[in-house]
């Protein structure tokens, strides 16, 4: 997943709750 969020910085936004599950 850490692969897609690479090249997609603008879903760290949208998925910055996403993110803090994943860390």
Do not use: G, I, T
Not at 1 to 23: A, I
């Amino acid at each position: 997943v850490k692969v897609r969020y690479s090249y997609l910085p603008q879903q760290f936004s949208d998925c910055d709750d996403l993110w803090s599950e994943l860390k």
